[in-house]
């Protein structure tokens, strides 16, 4: 059972479309954190949000925490093909990082 | 490149056997981690080790046991094999190794198959 879930599990859109991943919880976290997992490789850390209500804006990506620190999202604007990949949401507890089961994002040319 | 190295990049063993994968950790860092990811149940925390010392445990069979040497590095090792264990094995490091709103950067991954 994952603490954190996801939605959509899977997501295919052309290039220059947006997009958003969800990532919920019932359980509130210290901060979340966003990765993304390309194919034969260990996730990269994208972003980590510590602050309900806080918004954090890396060029196209815009990434959103909850008020009551349970949920997150993730906004992609102008998606390109080297957006493609498993994006993880994960949250932090003491010393703990727990996963959801990732959205896998395919941006076709 | 994170700068976590991680080998063997694959292994292939039987049920029943015993294997040791290994981590070096990013230089600087004192922290490593590890991961097991798998179809069914996605990236799951199994331990933390800070310093030499165990840090805190996830879902870590009791089959499965670790360690971090002097020199930082960590072997992770995994016993009585079954099938359900192939999975990938991801080690991560990072560098106070206090809190997991650390940035945490993961190695390329061992990619375990149980026969």
Partial sequence: TQLLEQSPQFLSIQEGENLTVYCNSSSVFSSLQWYRQEPGEGPVLLVTVVTGGEVKKLKRLTFQFGDARKDSSLHITAAQPGDTGLYLCAGAEDYKLSFGAGTTVTVRA | ?115
């Fill in chain 2, 1 to 115: 490149d994170s700068g976590v190295t991680q080998t063997p990049k694959h292994l292939i063993t039987a049920t029943g056997q015993r294997v040791t994968l290994r981590c070096s950790p990013r230089s600087g860092d004192l922290s490593v981690y590890w991961y097991q990811q798998s179809l069914d149940q996605g990236l799951q925390f199994l331990i933390q080790y800070y310093n030499g010392e165990e840090r805190a445990k996830g879902n870590i069979l009791e089959r499965f046991s670790a360690q971090q040497f002097p020199d930082l590095h960590s072997e992770l090792n995994l016993s009585s094999l079954e099938l359900g264990d192939s999975a990938l094995y991801f080690c991560a490091s990072s560098p106070r190794g206090g809190l997991a709103q650390e940035t945490q950067y993961f190695g390329p991954g061992t990619r375990l198959l149980v026969l």
